[in-house]
């Protein structure tokens, strides 16, 4: 009868110790994903050449010659049109390639024509926007600029609403032509201050806000 006891006591205490463990090990894990939660820091790199994108309104100034001066939007499909010139493609270029383009352009018309091209409104590409959706109290896509935060864009959209799960919000980054998800704690940041929770971000990125549950 003792024999019996014991050996049931050593299969309790086996038991419990390989709960812990599993228990421990669920803890590991669980403390391993939430450490890898926070995107990874932006590698510094240099400025690059601003380039123009649909939305942008573009000042053309075309030397001695100001009836071919004008301001014009670049339409949806990224081309615009100009006295002498029509339908020219201006979507992922530089201000000065689209000058050089149009003095190409107006050498049929006007003698060594002299153009600059000067952004008065900036958009973008897609490429280089940082997008933000869902519970932001002005959810639109805002222009990258050069050291760009989370706080920076979160301002940029006025904040979050009442029912924003900010600790729940999403960073998708395409990274190596691969989306990859990472998590925001917008709400530390913008409720508590957490300054630890404002992430650089990348042309390109965007931010997905959920509803809160209740």
Known sequence: ??????SAMRRAVRRFAILGLGLAATAIMAGCAS??????????AEAADYLIGPGDTLQIFVWRNPDLSTSVPVRPDGRISIPLVEDIDCAGKTPTQLARDIEVKLKKFVTDPVVTVIVSNFVGPFTQQVRVVGEASEPKAIPYRDNMSALDAMIATGGLTPYAAGDRATLVRTVNGRQQSYRLRLGD??????????????????????????
Do not use: C, E, W
């Not at 890898?36 to 590698?43: H, I, K, M, N």
């Not at 409720?191 to 549950?213: E, H, R, T």
């Open 1 to 6: 009868m003792r024999a019996s006891i014991t």
């Open 189 to 214: 940041l913008l409720k508590d201050g957490d300054m630890s929770a404002n992430v650089q971000l990348q042309p390109g990125d965007v931010i997905i806000i959920p509803q809160s549950y209740f």
């Open 35 to 44: 450490h890898g939660d926070a995107p990874p820091p932006a590698a510094q």
